[in-house]
């Protein structure tokens, strides 16, 4: 790049930023129009809710929202016909959305964030469920239902059932995720790569209760394509847990070169709802470090994974990427393409002796939670 243009890219991209609009180094999609949300009144709404509700139905380029610093209590929706839409935070802590629903079997209706559109992107946003029963009951903080969705950086916090993987082919990075009972379930076809699961029961007593469920995912045939994959994430926390539950009877969990806690029961898997198909439900960890990571006194059942279907779910190009929507998706800069392309490449050679040796998680934790 010669001088000049250095130059005056550096002076766009400073001017830019002070009006708080979006960076320049797009690498995907480019987007047509910027939104801002700001409660103080100085963006073009005060309420998320309203924002999306100014997209022009079935929109096809991609539309930026960007709310600023502040708590948004509202209970928000993106409904199907507004697709294309980038949502964007000032960090994953300062921009917080947080309702409160719950304490009924409408599960799905209680989200405080739900996404029924594909074609979405989040960044540098926190979603929060508040709903505190008289005993732990389902109260979503996210509910992610459409196809080709991405979370960067984004916080779900909830105790029962916070991220909703409903349905769909999702990408999760650097995020981080609180919750006790099956708090990431669902039926959804997506990998978890360098984030950070919190085991917490919050308000309630875990004593009462005995170890939780990290996740619940819901494979119902053996040819469905969904299942859960958790690539170099973090699992820490202040209750104990199970890795999961199976769902229903294809049910599929692969943890893979993870660091797990000692909040990682022993046992680490609850036949949950998988009792009379103990052999087809998936569950494995490869290459998981950390005191909770010692398989000695894992459970026996569950069907093992063939190397070919392995490597297949580990690949993001073979398991969710196939028409390359992760990079045509708009994202921040070209050093996260290229972080996340890199990543991509990076050859699996799965190997289904776990190495116990504990690394302390700290390093990585400060890491995904400083990065951008
Ligand atoms: C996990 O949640 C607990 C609250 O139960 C909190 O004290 C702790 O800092 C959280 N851990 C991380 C890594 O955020
Ligand atoms: C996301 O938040 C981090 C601070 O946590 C900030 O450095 C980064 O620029 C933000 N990214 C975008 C695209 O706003």
């Not at 103080?40 to 079935?58: M, T």
């Not at 209590?73 to 959305?97: D, F």
């Not at 103990?278 to 894992?298: K, L, Y």
Request: glycine residues 10%; neutral net charge.
């Amino acid at each position: 790049m010669s001088f000049p243009c250095f130059i005056i890219l550096y002076l766009t991209t400073f001017m830019l930023h002070l009006v708080y609009m979006p960076l320049t180094m797009y690498v995907g999609e480019v987007i047509s129009h910027v939104i801002v949300v700001d409660q103080s009144g100085y963006g073009h709404f005060r309420k998320l809710q309203e924002a999306i509700d100014s997209v022009p139905p079935n929109n096809r380029e991609w539309i930026e929202i960007q709310v600023r610093a502040g708590v948004y209590r509202e209970k928000v929706i993106i409904p199907v016909n507004k697709p294309y839409i980038s949502l964007v935070g000032a960090s994953i802590s300062n921009t917080v959305v947080q309702w409160w629903g719950g304490g009924g079997s409408d599960t799905l209706e209680y989200s405080t964030f739900s996404v029924f559109s594909s074609n979405f992107v989040a960044r540098n946003i926190t979603f929060k469920n508040l709903f505190r029963g008289a005993v732990i009951s389902q109260a979503p903080a996210v509910l992610v239902y459409g196809d080709k969705i991405a979370f960067y950086k984004c916080g779900f916090i909830g105790v029962q059932d916070t991220l909703t993987d409903f349905m769909g082919r999702h990408f999760f990075e650097g995020c981080y995720i609180e919750g006790y009972i099956d708090f990431i379930w669902g039926y959804g076809q997506s990998i978890y790569h360098g984030c950070i699961i919190n085991v917490t029961s919050g308000p309630y007593d875990d004593r009462i209760y005995g170890a939780g469920y990290i996740t619940a995912q819901g494979r119902i045939n053996m040819e469905d394509n969904d299942g859960f994959v958790f690539k170099y994430c973090i699992v820490v926390g202040k209750s104990y847990a199970y890795l999961g539950r199976p769902y229903q009877t294809y049910s599929r969990v692969i943890f893979y070169k993870s660091y797990l806690s000692n909040n990682v029961v022993p046992q680490g898997w609850n036949l949950g709802f998988a009792l009379g198909h103990v052999g087809s439900v998936t569950h494995d960890e490869i290459e998981c470090t950390g005191p909770g990571a010692d398989t000695s006194q894992r459970v026996k059942w569950g069907r093992s994974l063939a190397y070919n279907e392995l490597t297949y779910l580990l690949n993001p190009n073979t398991f969710i990427n196939q028409d390359n929507w992760i990079q045509n998706q708009p994202l921040p800069t070209k050093e996260r393409w290229t972080t996340s392309n890199s990543l991509f490449r990076s050859s699996q050679q799965p190997q289904k002796d776990p190495g116990n040796q504990c690394r302390g998680p700290i390093h990585s934790l400060s890491r995904i939670l400083e990065q951008g």
